[in-house]
């Protein structure tokens, strides 16, 4: 593989250069420093080859987002590809087999920080290595997904960034735009911790106050249809998270939502630009970006386990009027105002 090839041709450079270095040790002036680029001490990347794997269980535009906010950080703080850094990237096509598989490949390219983006991943990789810095991104719950004993350091080699949202905003959004809410209809697949754990919270949150969660399990991506339109006649909306098989499929949903007459509600922002009426969540370019900056940090010698996992404290609302009405309802001027971005 080409990766390999180049991670090998890395290896044997910095072996060439400590046998330069006992054979020319005595000329060697004291300012030439082997772990700095051009002298320069500090936060510089060092001269030496690292390498970075990143493994996502799905690519669609929230993950690709996280994808390129750990390249950008990356390469902001002196880290760039094909220069002092090599980059792999595997896509497990929604397919935890497939998940599994990359992981163990990655652990045996021996890496410097494996990227694990979605919990799916994050669980592969974890399972197959306890030396490897791990760091995580786009996982909802952690400690749920078993990745971490705690937020605040895990004491292990894995640490990372979760896109965990706060119920209550989310539900506020929903009562917005469906001022009678009664009944809300979830699509998720029930083999994903991250989509399990969100409807637990949400039945807790919603009963109490009066509002039924009708769930409908969607076990791959093709099934993803068929579930939503199990919910047709019996709910006033359709919440859906950042379930990876349902944010892959999300065309196919928002057909049925059209059909239907039956509105989208999103925790992915992303999710409007394909058929959501509107969305309150997390920015997932920024979420790359945060968790870009711990992978620096550890390719400058931190310990991934003495790193508390990052949670976004900001949230953004997208919209699109025209989606609402193709779904049957109209977007108050109120909510339409608060929105950062408009999808026309």
Do not use: W
């Amino acid at each position: 593989m080409l990766y390999q090839n180049r991670f090998k041709f890395g290896k044997a450079l910095l072996l060439g250069s400590v046998c330069t270095a006992i054979l020319t040790g005595c000329n060697q002036s004291p300012t030439d420093d082997p772990d700095t680029i051009d002298g320069a001490a500090g936060g510089e990347a060092a001269a030496v080859m690292k390498t970075v794997a990143i493994t996502a269980i799905v690519e669609h535009p929230a993950l690709d987002d996280v994808r390129k906010g750990v390249i950008d950080e990356l390469n902001e703080a002196g880290f760039k590809d094909g220069e002092n850094l090599t980059v792999n990237f595997q896509s497990a096509q929604g397919n935890t087999a497939t998940a599994g598989q990359i992981a163990k490949q990655f652990v045996a390219d021996d890496p410097d920080v494996i990227v694990a983006i979605a919990t799916p991943s994050a669980q592969s990789v974890a399972a197959s290595t306890s030396s490897i810095p791990l760091v995580f991104s786009a996982v909802t719950d952690p400690v749920a997904a078993k990745l971490v004993p705690s937020l605040d350091g895990s004491g292990t080699n894995v640490t990372g960034a979760s896109d965990a949202l706060p119920y209550e905003p989310q539900i506020e959004l929903m009562r917005q735009v469906i001022p009678e809410l009664k009944n809300v209809g979830y699509v998720y697949s029930p083999g994903e911790v991250n989509s399990t754990v969100i409807l637990k919270n949400l039945k807790e949150k919603l009963t109490p106050q009066g509002i039924n969660v009708l769930e409908a399990p969607a076990q791959r991506s093709n099934d993803i249809a068929m579930a939503a339109r199990s919910l047709e006649g019996k709910v006033d909306m359709i919440y859906t998270s950042t379930d990876n098989n349902v944010v892959s499929a999300y065309e196919s949903l928002y057909q049925i939502a059209k059909e239907s007459k039956i509105p989208l509600i999103a925790s992915d922002t992303s999710s409007v630009e394909r058929g959501a009426v509107a969305a309150l969540g997390v920015n997932y370019y920024e979420l790359g970006r945060e968790t870009g900056k711990i992978v620096v940090r550890i390719l400058n010698g931190e310990k991934a386990g003495a790193i508390p996992v990052y949670t976004p404290q900001a949230l953004d609302l997208h919209v699109s009027p025209k989606h609402a009405e193709e779904e049957g309802i109209a977007l108050s001027q109120a909510v339409i105002d608060k929105a950062k971005e408009v999808v026309e």
